[in-house]
């Protein structure tokens, strides 16, 4: 079975800073997807970025990127020029590679973006 | 953009009622799944389907909850005789294999049911 654990409860940032949100994993699986989802107060689930475990070059999306070390299995999300709209709940996830793979996810950070 | 959408966005039933909730999933996936979020809780896996079968169900997933895709658009998630711990927020999702053979889930609104 998979967990993912996500320790830090919530965190701050100014806005226009840069944030990391940790989040750490156990699997025996080889392959695998990691994707982290942002989750604002309308508490819709929106993709943020998606990992593939086979690939060694991190995954980057606009203001997003992460530091994927799958060795130790971490799976960090780094947040640059921080703004408002960032603030929300985010949640690290994990899917075996397989059609029809159920997502097992972490427990969430709230991330909270001051003015 | 294509997006999933559930219907209804907040549904409020007495205990021991039934309740259907209903999604859309993105036209051309065929991977579906429902996941629940009870309040400051994290997401928990309920259910996935595919081709008219369930492929996966979790320990939540018991005999009180029926999943079923009645026509070639929607996805439903139904539930006998709610429980006052089935207050929650359901999240339907969808997948395409067609882009690898595991692909993104991509979340609808979510439900937010309410059972007094």
């Known amino acids: 079975a998979q967990t993912v654990t996500q320790s830090q409860p919530e965190m701050s940032v100014q806005e226009a800073e840069t944030v990391t949100l940790s989040c750490t994993y156990d699997?025996?699986?080889?392959?695998?997807?990691l994707f982290w989802y942002k989750q604002p107060p309308s508490r819709q689930m929106i993709l943020v970025i998606r990992?593939?475990?086979?690939?060694?070059q991190n995954a980057t999306e606009n203001r997003f990127s992460v530091n994927f070390q799958k060795a130790a299995k971490s799976f960090s999300l780094k947040i640059s020029d921080s703004q408002l709209g960032d603030t929300a709940m985010y949640f690290c996830?994990?899917?075996?590679?397989?059609?029809?793979?159920?997502?097992?996810f972490g427990k969430g950070i709230t991330l909270s973006v001051r003015p | 953009e294509p997006e999933v959408t559930q219907t209804p966005s907040h549904q409020v039933t007495q205990m021991g009622q039934e309740v259907i909730l209903r999604c859309v999933p993105i036209?051309?996936?065929?991977?579906f799944y429902w996941y629940r979020q009870i309040l400051g809780q994290k997401v928990e896996f309920l259910v996935s389907?595919?081709?008219?079968?369930?492929?996966?169900k979790s320990e939540i997933f018991d005999d009180q909850f029926s999943v079923e895709r009645p026509d070639g658009s929607n996805f439903t998630l139904k539930i006998r005789s709610t429980k006052l711990e089935d207050s929650a927020m359901y999240f339907c999702?969808?997948?395409?294999?067609?882009?690898?053979?595991?692909?993104?889930?991509?979340f609808g609104p979510g439900t937010r049911l309410t059972v007094l």
């Open positions: 990992q593939e475990a086979y690939k060694q």
């Open positions: 999702a969808s997948s395409d294999p067609g882009q690898g053979v595991t692909d993104t889930q991509y």
């Open positions: 389907f595919y081709n008219n079968e369930i492929s996966e």
């Open positions: 036209s051309n996936h065929l991977y």
């Open positions: 996830a994990f899917v075996r590679t397989g059609a029809n793979s159920k997502l097992t």
């Open positions: 699997t025996s699986e080889n392959n695998y997807y």
